[in-house]
């Protein structure tokens, strides 16, 4: 019979954490690893100590296992050796692991102390973030009309470089706040609020968000986008959101055709707010600057006429058991819907 030998087994090992590690060079929107704000930086080197110090570990370990495997294996003509007990080896394997926790405990103790502790600056965008089965709401204190809140939903704007606290709360079951490259992750809770260690986005660009509390059938597609933007891009953005009266679309206009779908015939007026028309509904997402939104479904599809078109005529078709909002395919013609899709997507800022 020919010597088991250990080279295939070996040759699999390496190949599959070569595979493993080429996988985790993929690019992901919810990487931990490419930190966008002082808080993810924070974040991420803990997370490098910690990773770091479980590696020693996992390699003593097996290492260790592998070298008694290959060394006392079973061979003609050896006798195992009967040993009972043995007080030195019981000391080291318990000191040993309680240093490593402790290691670890200290600047992760030290990390919540003064993540919780952190002064709200003056000048601060304070937000509420509201989690609703299956979307996000946002609400900016002082910054809507006459000092009061300004609300949008799935897509938060924060200027780069200035200071944000996030408040959390949830009107139904338990949510969690959770953007990889700037903060959390955090519930957010019924009846409780939770807050966020204030952070300083710090670099322009769009990142991705996810509940990460399991909360019902949806809970997957229940996300959402975070734009950090130039201070010039997020005020004109701020102010064209105040916006008290918006100008008709020209009569006759698909526009014109999709405002009257929306406020009288579609009835979408009863659930969503379009800040400076009749629409004031609070049932679901503020829609005000629609056309803005690069999503739509609270960032699960890329918001394009047809997908808009496709969450309006039949939303649980692209939202499986999405709450509330009818399916319209039944009661809009198909040139209804587009009118509205029209309308939505002209809601920008000029
Ligand atoms: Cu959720």
Redesign the pocket.
């Known amino acids: 019979m020919p010597r088991p030998t250990l080279i295939r087994p070996t040759l699999l090992a390496v190949a599959l954490m070569a595979i493993a590690v080429g996988m985790a060079a993929c690019t992901s929107p919810l990487t931990t690893f490419e930190p966008a704000s002082d808080a993810a930086d924070r974040i991420l080197s803990l997370y490098i100590l910690i990773t770091v110090a479980a590696s020693i570990v996992g390699i003593l370990v097996l290492g260790a296992m592998a070298y008694i495997l290959i060394k006392f294996r079973a061979r003609p003509g050896r006798k195992a050796q009967q040993i009972h007990g043995n007080n030195k080896l019981e000391i080291a394997w318990t000191i040993a692991p309680i240093l490593v926790l402790v290691a670890i405990a200290i600047p992760t103790m030290v990390w919540i102390a003064t993540s919780s502790s952190r002064a709200v600056a003056d000048d601060a965008i304070l937000v509420t973030a509201t989690?609703y089965q299956?979307w996000f709401e946002f609400e900016y204190e002082g910054l809507g009309p006459d000092g009061g809140t300004l609300v949008t939903a799935n897509e938060l704007h924060l200027p780069v470089g200035r200071q944000v606290a996030i408040e959390l709360r949830s009107v139904d079951v338990i949510?969690s706040f959770w953007v990889p490259a700037l903060i959390g992750k955090t519930d957010m809770v019924p009846n409780r609020e939770n807050r966020l260690e204030p952070f300083v986005p710090n670099e322009i660009g769009e990142f991705w968000g996810q509940?990460a509390?399991f909360?019902g059938v949806a809970?997957a597609n229940?996300r959402f986008r975070v734009h950090v933007e130039s201070l010039a891009d997020f005020d004109a953005w701020v102010a064209e959101m105040n916006e008290q009266t918006r100008a008709d679309p020209e009569p006759g206009s698909a526009e014109a055709r999709g405002k009257r779908v929306f406020e009288v015939l579609g009835g979408c007026a009863a659930c969503h707010t379009i800040a400076g028309t009749a629409a004031a509904g609070r049932i679901g997402p503020d829609l005000t600057l629609f056309g803005e939104r690069t999503t739509v479904g609270a960032g699960i599809l890329p918001a394009t006429d047809e997908n808009v078109r496709a969450w309006v005529s039949d939303l649980r078709s692209v939202k499986p058991g999405a709450r509330f909002m009818p399916t319209f395919a039944d009661t809009l013609s198909e040139a209804q819907i587009a009118d509205v899709v029209t309308y939505l997507k002209s809601l920008r800022v000029p």
Do not use: D, N
Request: proline residues 0%.
């Open positions: 989690g299956w949510h509940c509390e909360c809970h229940m």
